[in-house]
């Protein structure tokens, strides 16, 4: 089946490091990835769609890589604050459904 | 509002009761979903809308729940004889369209739901 796989594990970084952050998914090729970020008892935010054909998408300190070879999308941070601590979901359409499907989610814990 | 809004934000009832979570999305927004989300889990999709009706309901765990949409907008997920394998967050998002093109979701905060 359709899968979207993070790293459960939370990543702590200290700030003014580049947090780069992994979603790889399987027995599927995705038109377009997106990322969210989720705070505690808040629901997930849209940053960023990158679509198949973009190898980069950028947004301020957010840059985001999408590898059809690899079936892996990067999501980076760079110059990390405090504030950028989160969780960060991706996400993309299934296909034949009418369905988002979401990763876990990684846990980023920016140190000052 | 400017947001997707859910209510109640916490909901606490005991087990064996009936529970109803309103979500109202944002105003024009044709597409509405429901997802559950669980401690340290993922985003669990529970039923899908558009307008008024629901052409992907596949998530929904048992008989014990149904949602229904009316007007094209509010929504409003109902669980009956509440079990506490139910306690979870249910989350409501809504986009412009459904057309797999990639429009984001816009999420609620959710309501917070504990069966005791």
């Known amino acids: 089946s359709q899968k979207i796989e993070q790293n459960s594990e939370a990543l702590n970084i200290q700030e003014g490091k580049t947090a780069t952050l992994t979603c790889n998914y399987t027995?599927?090729?995705?038109?377009?990835l997106q990322w969210y970020r989720q705070d505690p008892g808040r629901g997930p935010v849209f940053l960023l769609l990158i679509r198949e054909n973009e190898k980069e998408k950028r947004k301020e300190r957010l840059k985001v890589t999408f590898d059809t070879t690899l079936k892996q999308s990067l999501f980076h941070i760079t110059a990390s604050q405090p504030a950028d601590s989160a969780t960060y979901l991706c996400?993309?359409?299934?296909?034949?459904?009418?369905?988002?499907?979401f990763g876990t989610g990684t846990r980023l814990k920016v140190l000052a | 509002g400017a947001g997707v809004s859910q209510s109640p934000s916490n909901k606490v009832t005991e087990k064996g009761k009936d529970v109803e979570l309103r979500c109202d999305p944002i105003?024009?927004?044709?597409?509405l979903y429901w997802y559950r989300q669980s401690l340290g889990q993922g985003l669990e999709f529970l039923i899908y809308f558009q307008g008024n009706s629901a052409p992907d309901k596949s998530g929904l765990p048992s008989d014990r729940f149904s949602a229904e949409r009316t007007g094209g907008s509010v929504s409003t997920l109902t669980i009956q004889r509440t079990q506490q394998e139910d306690s979870a967050v249910y989350l409501c998002?809504?986009?412009?369209?459904?057309?797999?093109?990639?429009?984001?979701?816009?999420f609620g905060n959710g309501t917070r739901l504990t069966v005791t």
């Open positions: 996400a993309t359409w299934s296909s034949g459904t009418y369905k988002y499907i």
């Open positions: 027995n599927y090729s995705p038109a377009y």
């Open positions: 105003s024009g927004h044709t597409a």
């Open positions: 998002a809504s986009s412009p369209k459904a057309d797999r093109g990639g429009s984001p979701l816009h």
